[in-house]
């Protein structure tokens, strides 16, 4: 079990839509916290359409279902059983196989998985589905950063202005960080980063360059590599991976 004077960070990688290499970096910034030497939980809060599992090339034998069923049930005993490794660093919790399971996952068992799984890493990492949910709400909630995360894209800063006027509402934004995700779609461009703070109304604190940009980035999904711990990737500009191995540390201070 983790030091009990050491604080657990929860950070809930977020977004207003799809499509804006959300999960990378979630698992990136896994990468870095092992490279740290910080226990990472990875939890799975796309329940419909998580893929965490399946870009670290794992076959997990159960997922998030079988911890709310045997909470629900009064049969929890232990974390271990439900988590699935990745390395001695990291490990995983998947979202449900089956969709049909997501829907039956009461909402306030959410905050009671956070809390059990919590208790023995340094780091816990949720990626969650896009947009405002009931189960996204909990873990906002339940988070020590929300790391919001955007692209140059037109109707993503749309959904981001809103985002923020609802996360506003209910003084979230003190533990807001955005983070413009160029890496994901390198190919946008049309807006200036002072344009972009003008539209969504909030500070853009973070920058993944475009230059981290993996072109035949399945073939290492297949092989189930996390970029960051990857030795053989070359990139333009070290400063570039630095930049994004400073922000990992900066969301744990």
């Not at 870095?32 to 359409?49: A, C, P, Q, R, S």
Request: with cysteine; net charge positive; hydrophobic share 40%.
């Amino acid at each position: 079990m983790k030091d009990i004077d050491k604080k657990t960070t929860v950070i809930v990688v977020t977004s207003g839509k799809g499509g804006v290499g959300k999960t990378i970096l979630t698992l990136n910034l896994a990468g870095i916290y092992e490279k740290l030497g910080k226990k990472v939980l990875l939890l799975d809060f796309d329940f419909t359409g998580g893929n965490l599992a399946l870009n670290m090339n794992l076959t997990p034998q159960k997922s998030i279902f079988n911890i709310y069923e045997d909470l629900v049930n009064n049969k929890f005993t232990d974390c271990k059983s439900y988590i699935t490794k990745y390395s001695s660093f990291i490990d995983v919790v998947a979202s449900p196989k089956d969709p049909r399971q997501a829907r039956k996952i009461e909402i306030e068992y959410i905050e009671s998985i956070i809390n059990i799984f919590k208790q023995d890493y340094d780091v816990v990492l949720i990626d969650t589905q896009h947009g405002l949910h009931g189960t996204n709400i909990v873990a906002l909630d339940a988070a020590d950063v929300i790391l919001y995360t955007i692209t140059n894209s037109l109707m993503d800063l749309k959904n981001t202005k809103a985002f923020m006027q609802v996360l506003d509402d209910v003084d979230y934004l003190d533990k807001v960080k955005v983070v413009l995700n160029n890496s994901a779609r390198p190919e946008l461009n049309y807006f200036s980063v002072y344009d972009m703070k003008n539209l969504i109304k909030h500070n853009i604190d973070y920058t993944v360059s475009s230059n981290l940009y993996i072109r035949n980035f399945t073939k290492y999904v297949v092989e189930g590599k996390i970029f960051t711990l990857n030795k053989n990737l070359i990139f333009k500009d070290k400063k570039d991976l630095n930049k994004l191995n400073n922000m990992a540390k900066d969301l744990i201070k």
